[in-house]
């Protein structure tokens, strides 16, 4: 008979992928994910499989986080220009008030494991994909409705957004002047109107 899950998953998860996040998963040691989470190792193994495993369930856990983000601007959003403003906008309070930000997850990933693991990397380009798909039907529905321009096809928009919305959080991680990250804000909507 199976053994049941005497913990709280959601909050392993999170404590696994701050550890991860800070230390990125070559620097982070069995130990460290021991001591964040309080399983001991063999709780970890029995749950999670191997250490790569448990990387791969916190990029899922950190997506469904960002993915809610990115959910909830579209929701308030009145159009597409507007949504693609809201999602910048969402990660502000994040950025600005924690001072020891570590950015992205997913592109601290993308930066150490791109091209160390097959199967994260196609995580990594299916997150990709799904975010300019978002990006892309924004911008073809706003371009439809005649307040994003035209001059440029939405697929070439939606990798500027995409390759905007990653600097952005980046930028983010040294700057926190709400002016000046409001400004790459005001530059991107300005180019799409």
């Known amino acids: 008979?199976?053994?049941?899950?005497?913990?709280?998953?959601?909050s392993v998860l999170?404590?696994?992928?701050?550890?991860?996040?800070?230390?990125?998963?070559?620097?982070?040691?069995?130990?460290?994910?021991v001591d964040a989470t309080g399983l001991n190792r063999s709780s970890l193994y029995n749950s999670f499989g191997s250490k790569l495993e448990l990387y791969q369930d916190t990029l899922k856990h950190y997506q469904k986080e960002t993915g809610g983000m990115f959910q909830k601007a579209l929701v308030k959003a009145k159009n597409p220009l507007e949504a693609i403003r809201l999602i910048f906008e969402s990660f502000l309070p994040e950025i600005i008030s924690d001072e020891k930000s570590k950015g992205c997850?997913?592109?601290n990933c993308k930066a150490e494991m791109g091209n160390q693991d097959k199967?994260?990397?196609?995580?990594?380009?299916?997150?990709?994909?799904?975010?300019?798909?978002?990006?892309?039907?924004?911008?073809?529905?706003?371009?439809?409705?005649?307040?994003?321009?035209?001059?440029?096809?939405?697929?070439?928009?939606?990798?500027y957004v995409?390759?905007?919305?990653?600097?952005?959080?980046?930028t983010g991680i040294l700057v926190k002047d709400r002016t000046v990250l409001k400004g790459i804000i005001e530059q991107t909507i300005d180019l799409l109107k």
Request: aromatic share 14%.
């Open 1 to 10: 008979m199976p053994r049941i899950e005497e913990f709280d998953r959601e």
């Open 14 to 33: 999170k404590n696994a992928m701050n550890v991860f996040w800070e230390k990125g998963y070559n620097g982070t040691s069995m130990q460290d994910l």
């Open 105 to 107: 997850y997913s592109m």
């Open 119 to 159: 199967n994260i990397r196609q995580w990594l380009l299916n997150t990709q994909e799904q975010s300019l798909q978002l990006f892309q039907n924004l911008i073809k529905s706003g371009q439809e409705q005649g307040i994003i321009n035209k001059r440029l096809d939405c697929r070439t928009y939606a990798y």
């Open 162 to 170: 995409f390759n905007t919305f990653q600097g952005f959080r980046m």
